[in-house]
Nanobody, 115 residues
Framework: QVRLVESGGGLVQPGGSLRLSCEAF????????VGWYRQAPGKQRELAVAISPGGKTRAGDSVKGRFAFSRDNAKDTVSLQLNNLKPEDTAVYYC?????????WGQGTQVTVSS
């Protein structure tokens, strides 16, 4: 059974930082594109960052320069460092793994940016 287990969300003040982690179970991790998407209230889910098995990174325009992303194929984990957070970063963040037509999602973790 495939599972993506996220952790690290929470409440943070504007300008603050958070680190999200995702551990994958049940897949050959190094074969997959992995990443983080987010969905704000009333909006569509959008890409935050993603990285291919070869290390090519894609990032949404709204997070470029503020979010750092890494994958550890030895530990089947991906991490997302969210820096200089803004209220508009408030969303549920979902871990994602894709391989061809196969897509898996985590349960999501809430990030709230508020003073």
């Amino acid at each position: 059974q495939v599972r993506l287990v996220e952790s690290g969300g929470g409440l943070v003040q504007p300008g603050g930082s958070l680190r999200l982690s995702c551990e994958a179970f049940g897949i050959i991790f190094e074969r997959y594109d992995v990443g983080w998407y987010r969905q704000a209230p009333g909006k569509q889910r959008e890409l935050a960052v993603a990285i291919s098995p070869g290390g090519k990174t894609r990032a949404g325009d709204s997070v470029k320069g503020r979010f750092a992303f890494s994958r550890d194929n030895a530990k089947d984990t991906v991490s997302l460092q969210l820096n200089n957070l803004k209220p508009e970063d408030t969303a549920v963040y979902y871990c994602n793994a894709q391989y061809g037509a196969e897509t898996h999602w985590g349960q999501g973790t809430q990030v709230t940016v508020s003073s």
